[in-house]
């Protein structure tokens, strides 16, 4: 909760500094390609990985500064994890165990605060290119792991029972770095984007002492975003 309210904060923080000039507020949506560097302590743990495709929605709130720099922020609604494929122990229809092959998908539901710094050149009255980077604050709302066996879908906490009391897997906050470029029609942004994630998520009550075990998120994806107000 006390990472929340940071999140919050600077949430705040960066759309008072909107306020200063020229704000416009836009929609953004896109698609996030998403995969984890794992490390496990036994090499044998690591899975296949797979990406996971998901949609991202948000509110983005853009600003000029000087001469074609601008700054951009807001609250986007994404998703983090990978998929992979395994195996289950299933009860058949006399009630004795078998494996069957299952599909698996760990997922992490974020709410995101981007904080870009920008440059943009117009080419045209209507027409540019774009760049920028910054930070990525992001709160973990909900995770789950779903699994499809014998072509149904199910879910199941990613909680740890440790000592008879169920412990988080995962933190609840998450640093990453954005780095976008894309070009500008008009109110129209379409850009390309990666997110290379710097925390371990992996809670600290959980994973022991002196384990090597880490998952840090990376992700990549296409946006497109639209704004509304004077565009300079």
Do not use: C
Request: glycine share 8%; no cysteine.
């Amino acid at each position: 909760m006390r990472n929340f309210a940071r999140v919050l904060l600077i949430a705040l923080f960066s759309i008072m500094l909107m306020n200063v000039s020229g704000q416009n507020v836009g929609i953004k949506f896109g698609s996030v390609w998403s995969k984890a560097n794992l490390k496990y302590d036994v090499a044998a743990d690591e899975p296949d990985q797979q990406f996971l495709i998901l949609p991202q929605l948000g509110v983005i709130f853009e600003t000029p500064i000087y001469n074609g720099l601008f700054l951009q922020t807001g609250i986007m609604a994404s998703v983090n994890g990978y998929r992979y494929d395994s195996k289950r122990m299933v009860d058949d229809e006399s009630g004795n165990p078998i494996e069957v092959d299952s599909k698996e998908r760990p997922i992490l539901f974020y709410l995101s605060l981007p904080v870009d710094f920008g440059y943009k050149h117009m080419t045209s009255d209507k027409f540019g290119i774009f760049g920028m980077v910054g930070p990525v604050f992001r709160y973990l709302a909900y995770d789950t792991h779903s699994f499809k066996v014998n072509g149904e879908w199910d879910n199941e906490s990613t909680d740890i029972e440790i000592d008879g009391e169920k412990k988080a897997l995962f933190k609840s906050f998450d640093f990453a770095l954005n780095i976008e470029a894309g070009v500008q029609y008009d109110r129209w942004k379409f850009s390309l984007y990666y997110n290379p994630g710097f925390t371990n998520i992996f809670n600290d009550d959980v994973i022991p002492d002196g384990s090597n075990a880490a998952w840090k998120n990376y992700s990549f994806g296409v946006n497109v975003a639209i704004l509304f107000g004077t565009i300079e």
